[in-house]
């Protein structure tokens, strides 16, 4: 059973930049998708961006990929999302997310196999 553990998220100001992580433990990424996602309070969780583990392909919201860069290192299972230029309206709970098959990270589709627990990014005004 694969599990993901997000890290990296805290309190930072306008402007800034951040880097999460997904560690994934108790199976490989290897034959997944990982995604990014995040739900800020009142909102519906949205994507944001997606890498197939296998062939590096990339795929991101359009509203943040200008900013936001999700990238892999494959030894380690481990999956990062590098944020620059943060707003508030960046603040919200960021998810890591797993599925063999792209179609359910791009649509956040309801059976996605594998959820991270999530963590908080607040940005500063």
């Known amino acids: 059973q694969l599990q993901l553990v997000e890290s990296g998220g805290g309190l930072v100001q306008a402007g800034d930049s951040l880097r999460l992580s997904c560690a994934g433990s108790?199976?490989?990424?290897?034959?997944?998708?990982m995604g990014w996602f995040r739900q800020a309070p009142g909102q519906e969780r949205s994507f944001l961006a997606a890498?197939?583990?296998?062939?590096?392909?990339?795929y991101y919201a359009t509203a943040v990929k200008d900013r936001f860069t999700i990238s892999k290192e494959s030894v380690k299972d481990t999956v990062w999302l590098q944020m620059n230029d943060l707003t508030p309206d960046d603040t919200a709970v960021y998810y890591c997310?797993?599925?063999?098959?792209?179609?359910?990270?791009?649509?956040?589709?309801?059976?996605?196999?594998?959820w991270g627990q999530g963590i908080q990014v607040t940005v500063s005004s």
């Open positions: 890498i197939i583990w296998d062939n590096g392909g990339t």
């Open positions: 997310a797993a599925d063999p098959l792209a179609a359910q990270i791009l649509t956040i589709a309801r059976g996605i196999k594998y």
């Open positions: 108790g199976g490989t990424f290897s034959g997944h998708t």
